[in-house]
C-alpha cells in the first residue's frame, strides 16, 4: 500500500497500563474523546480542516491526517460559526466529543486563513499535530541568560574539574549544508597494529538545559525537533540549538566525548566517555568531502585535513563490514526532497541525493550508540535504549509468500534473523521489484521505540544500541547525558532515574511518531502542489503497491499516486495475498512493474495525487 492509503487505515491507541482510561476493544471504533492530543501543543477535541456552506450553517472538512473513520464530517451550526468566512481553513472543537461518527458537532475557535496560502498551509499541520515554533516567556528568558559561547573563566573552571580538553586534536563536523544544529563533531588517528582511535564529540546540552528548569521541561514535553517542508520547529530555543550548544567552527563548545579503539576488523576494543571541550577545524559538508575523496576536487581550507577524511574512509569501510557480515539490515529509501521557490511554491521534486561521506557519519554515530548502550547495560543503570523488537513471525510468512511470486526462493528455516534478511535484500537490490520488496519488508518489521529495557536493536543486528549523539533535537539523547554526567560525577542517584526513564521512553515514541507525521504531511502537501500543476503531463513509474480501489504507483522524483480501478477499461480485482490486480483480460499489476502514467488530479487540500496509465 503506498502511503495515500494511509487515510483508510483505522489507527490504534496506544494505552499505557497505568492509563486511567479503560483499553478499547478492537472490535469498535473510537471516538473522539478517546482520542489522546496528537502533539505537545495540541488540546483534546480539536480539529483542522477545511470550512465548508452546509444546510445548518456549515461543515468542517477535517485535514488528512486524522483517522476518517473517526471524525467524518463536523457540523457547525450558524450560531457556532463566530463569524469565519467559508472557504477558510479552521480549528474547530468538537463538542459532543463522545458522538457516533457523522454526528459530530462544532464551534469555530480559530480562522487559520486561506489554504492556498503558504503559511496557513503549514500553520494548518502545526496546529494539527500540535506544534509551535513559538517558546513560553519563562523558556525565551532562561536561554538569554546563557552566554553564546563558554567564557575563558568557564572553561578554565571546568577543566579544573576534570573537563578535557581537546581544543588541540584535530576536530570536524560533517552535515548537510542547511544545517544549523550541529550536534556531532569527530577525529580520527591511526594507531599501531593497523587500528584507529575515533572521538566522537557529541554537544553536552544537559550542561545548559538543567533537570527540571523551563528549558528541560519545554523541551521534554516537545520530545523532538521536527524538520518540515520548509521550516524547522526545534526542540531547543535558536540560542542554544543553532548557537551555544551547536558545535560551530572555530569556538570552544562543551561536549561528551566517546573515544573509541577500533580494531582492524571494525571491532571495538575499549572505549571511554567523558566531559571535553573542542574546537572544530571546519565545519564541513557531505559533498564537499565527497568531491575531495572522489571526484579529485581541492578545497584550499580543507588541505590540512585530507589524510584525516581518507582516515575516516577507512575506518568507515571496516566498521561497514562488520556490521554486514553480523547482519545490519539496510533498507535504502531516499527521501524526497521539495525545493520550494521564496514563496514557498514547489518548483521540482527528486530524491534527496545520498553520498559515501553520510555512511561515514552513521558508522560512527552507530559504533558511539553502542558503546554508550552496552556500558551502561553493563552498569545496570538506569537508561533510555533506543529497541527494535523482533518482527511478528506471521507478517514475515506473509512477506515471504510475496517474495516467493517474485522468484526468490531462499527458504526460511526456524526463526528469521536479521542476517536472513539482510541477504535476501542483497540478493535482489538489483532487480526492478526491489524496492516495493524492501518497503513489503518494512512494513513487516516493528517500529524501532525509546525503551527503559534493553531488548536489543533487531534492525541493527544489535545487543545494545541508544541514542546519545543528538542531544539538541532528540530528549531521550539529552536525557541519557544527564544519566552519563551523574555516573562521571559519582552522584548516580539511580532511583531518582529509574523512576522516570520509562515515561521519558514513552512520551518520547509519542512525539517521534507525531513529528514523523507532521513532516510526512508537509512534503505529501507540497507534491499534491507540484503534481497539480501537472496535470497531464505523463511520467515513467513502477508498481509500488495495490489495494482494493486501486494501483500504487511511484515515480522515479519519488512522489506517488494512485490509479483508481474505476478508470480502467477492465474489471479488476484485488489479490491481498499477492498483493496484486488482476483485470478480467488478463492484465496484472504487480509491485515492481514498469509503467507510464498521465497525471490525472491532484488536490492539496487532500495531499491526494491520482494518475492513469498511459497505453
Not at 115 to 121: C, I, K, R
Not at 525 to 551: D, I, N
Amino acid at each position: 500500500m503506498g502511503r495515500h492509503n494511509r487515510r483508510h487505515i483505522k489507527i490504534r491507541q496506544n494505552v499505557r497500563k497505568e492509563s486511567s482510561k479503560a483499553r478499547i476493544p478492537a472490535s469498535r471504533e473510537v471516538t473522539i474523546a478517546e482520542l489522546p492530543p496528537r502533539g505537545p501543543q495540541c488540546l483534546e477535541n480539536q480539529c483542522v480542516g477545511i470550512l465548508k456552506e452546509g444546510r445548518e450553517g456549515g461543515i468542517v472538512i477535517p485535514d488528512p491526517g486524522y483517522p476518517t473513520t473517526t471524525y467524518g464530517q463536523i457540523i457547525i451550526r450558524r450560531n457556532r460559526l463566530n463569524g469565519a468566512p467559508y472557504g477558510m481553513k479552521v480549528v474547530c472543537e468538537v463538542l459532543n466529543p463522545s458522538a457516533q461518527r457523522a454526528e459530530y458537532e462544532g464551534r469555530i475557535i480559530e480562522v487559520l486563513g486561506d489554504p492556498g496560502n503558504n503559511d496557513v498551509a503549514m500553520l494548518s499541520i502545526l496546529r494539527q499535530y500540535g506544534l509551535s515554533n513559538v517558546f513560553p516567556a519563562a523558556v525565551m528568558e532562561e536561554a538569554s541568560r546563557l552566554p553564546l559561547s563558554p567564557t575563558e573563566e568557564q572553561i578554565e573552571e571546568a577543566i579544573l574539574h576534570g573537563r578535557k580538553d581537546l581544543r588541540s586534536l584535530q576536530t570536524i563536523t560533517i552535515d548537510g549544508e542547511e544545517a544549523k544544529d550541529l550536534d556531532d563533531a569527530i577525529s580520527v588517528s591511526k594507531l599501531e597494529k593497523s587500528c584507529y582511535r575515533l572521538w566522537v564529540h557529541i554537544a553536552d546540552v544537559s550542561e545548559y538545559v538543567t533537570d527540571g528548569s523551563d528549558l528541560d521541561r519545554e523541551a521534554s514535553l516537545r520530545g523532538t525537533s521536527v524538520y518540515l517542508v520548509d521550516r524547522v520547529i526545534p526542540m531547543l530555543p535558536p540560542r542554544l540549538s543553532n548557537g551555544l550548544c551547536s558545535l560551530n567552527p572555530h569556538v570552544p563548545r562543551f561536549t561528551l566525548t566517546c573515544e573509541m579503539k577500533i580494531s582492524p576488523q571494525g571491532e571495538i576494543l575499549d572505549s571511554e566517555i567523558y566531559e571535553s571541550i573542542i574546537e572544530s577545524n571546519a565545519r564541513t559538508s557531505y559533498n564537499e568531502i565527497n568531491g575531495i575523496l572522489f571526484e579529485e576536487k581541492t578545497i584550499e581550507e580543507y588541505i590540512p585535513l585530507v589524510p584525516m577524511f581518507k582516515l575516516m574512509l577507512e575506518l568507515r569501510n571496516m566498521l561497514k563490514d562488520k556490521r554486514k557480515k553480523r547482519g545490519t539490515i539496510d533498507f535504502v529509501f531516499p527521501e524526497t526532497h521539495v525545493e520550494l521557490d521564496e514563496k514557498g511554491n514547489p518548483v521540482d521534486v527528486y530524491p534527496y541525493p545520498i553520498n559515501t561521506i553520510h555512511s561515514v557519519i552513521e558508522e560512527f554515530m552507530i559504533a558511539a550508540n553502542e558503546a554508550v548502550a552496552e556500558r551502561f547495560d553493563k552498569l545496570e543503570s538506569p537508561f533510555v535504549y533506543r529497541i527494535h523488537e523482533e518482527p511478528d513471525e506471521l507478517k514475515i510468512a506473509e512477506f515471504m509468500h510475496v517474495a516467493r511470486l517474485f522468484g526468490e526462493n531462499r527458504r526460511l528455516t526456524g526463526k528469521v534473523t536479521p542476517l536472513y534478511l539482510s541477504e535476501l535484500l542483497d540478493d535482489i537490490k538489483d532487480k526492478e521489484y526491489a524496492p516495493a520488496l524492501n518497503q513489503l519488508l518494512l512494513r513487516s518489521m516493528a517500529k524501532a521505540v525509546y525503551s527503559e529495557k534493553n531488548s536489543g536493536h533487531f534492525g541493527l543486528a544489535s545487543k545494545y544500541y541508544c541514542h546519545f549523539t543528538s542531544p539538541i533535537r532528540r530528549y531521550p539523547d539529552l536525557y541519557i547525558h544527564r544519566i552519563i554526567k551523574s555516573w562521571l560525577h559519582q552522584k548516580h542517584q539511580k532511583q531518582i532515574f529509574a523512576n522516570k526513564v520509562a515515561d521519558v521512553a514513552y512520551h518520547s515514541s509519542e512525539m517521534e511518531r507525531n513529528s514523523v507525521e507532521a513532516e510526512r504531511a508537509s512534503v505529501d502537501l507540497k507534491c499534491a502542489e507540484y503534481m497539480s500543476a501537472r496535470v497531464g503531463e505523463e511520467f515513467p513509474g513502477v508498481v509500488s503497491g495495490a489495494c482494493p480501489a486501486g494501483v500504487f504507483v511511484k515515480l522515479e522524483n519519488t512522489i506517488e499516486g494512485m490509479v483508481p480501478f474505476s478508470s480502467l477499461n477492465e474489471y479488476f480485482e484485488f489479490d491481498e495475498r499477492k498483493l496484486e490486480a488482476k483485470g478480467s483480460r488478463g492484465t496484472v499489476y504487480r509491485i515492481g512493474k514498469k509503467v507510464r502514467v498521465k497525471v490525472a488530479s491532484a488536490d492539496p487540500l487532500t495531499h491526494h495525487i491520482d494518475f492513469n496509465f498511459v497505453e
